[in-house]
């Protein structure tokens, strides 16, 4: 039997809410074998036990990831590889909204680190796994990014390649909406090698909506005045998880890959998000951050 693996939200959004949370239950209930990806275990745990007093047949796994360091990506993803588990489908979920400016175990910007850098390491990563694992099942892999449309406010030119870690000239918004940026940018260059390859893996991107979760901790005012407002004109959380349940799980989607959706559907992302050379140069420049000196 193949299984699916869900890349949970961990590292900054909360193991015990948001998106991770609804998307893990929502797989969970259509038979997915879930694989929770987690910065704290024991809170992952707690989320695995709701779930099965929900869903007693669900089958949940956790592990540790913490995808601001790339020490915690490379662990997990050779405990993965090692474990015998097939993968289906990877969610990049993850996320780090608005951040005051702080470098990474890595010594790279913290938003672009986690956001970005460390769904491209652990991708890359796993990518031969779930190769191996549609050859095997001769069924479809998907991968799907989560970004936003906050990439539509990054710094002008895009990705500041020769500027991540410039703390003098850094907007904790705009440096959101660039590591957003990247992530779409990251679907597109993937979904374009893995076609010229002729392996049956989709990519793509998508905004899940805007909704009501801790995302703006670092913003106390902000956050605190979207949870009063919110509940009138933002997505709940189950809303807000719907377009990547329907990306990584509908039959509609089938064969589509690079693309960006929204509300379920296709949609617009800018200009930049789809430039080809941009998105070449941008994995380029994601290959020299990752690589082992």
Not at 53 to 71: G, K, T
Not at 112 to 130: I, K, P, Q
Not at 140 to 158: N, P, Q
Request: with cysteine.
């Amino acid at each position: 039997m193949c299984f699916w693996v869900l890349r949970k939200v961990g590292t900054f959004s909360g193991a015990s809410s948001g998106l991770g949370l609804e998307t893990t239950r929502v797989l969970a209930l259509r038979g997915v074998h879930v694989v929770m990806a987690v910065r704290n275990v024991d809170a992952g745990m707690n989320v695995k036990e709701t779930i099965l007093q929900e869903i007693p047949s669900a089958r949940i796994d956790v592990m540790e990831l913490d995808l601001s360091s790339m020490a915690s990506v490379r662990k997990f993803a050779s405990d993965f590889n090692s474990s015998g588990l097939p993968l289906n489908i990877l969610i990049n979920n993850a996320g780090l909204m608005a951040a005051p400016f702080t470098l990474s175990q890595d010594n790279i910007e913290l938003q672009f680190a986690t956001n970005h850098l460390g769904h491209f390491l652990l991708t890359n990563l796993l990518l031969e796994t779930m190769k191996n694992t549609v050859r095997e099942c001769n069924r479809e892999g998907r991968i799907v990014i989560l970004s936003s449309e906050a990439h539509r406010f990054a710094y002008s030119e895009g990705i500041r390649f020769d500027k991540i870690n410039d703390e003098s000239g850094y907007n904790s918004y705009y440096a959101y909406g660039q590591s957003k940026l990247a992530n779409i940018l990251h679907a597109n260059e993937l979904a374009r090698r893995l076609k010229e390859e002729g392996v049956e893996i989709t990519v793509n991107s998508l905004h899940p909506g805007s909704i009501i979760t801790n995302i703006l901790r670092y913003h106390g005012f902000v956050n605190a005045f979207a949870n009063m407002v919110g509940k009138y004109f933002l997505k709940n959380v189950q809303q807000g998880a719907a377009t990547q349940c329907y990306v990584a799980l509908h039959p509609q989607v089938k064969g589509i890959s690079g693309e960006y959706f929204m509300d379920s559907n296709k949609a617009n992302p800018t200009a930049l998000a789809n430039d080809s050379d941009l998105a070449k140069r941008l994995w380029e420049f994601s290959l020299s951050l990752t690589n082992p000196k």
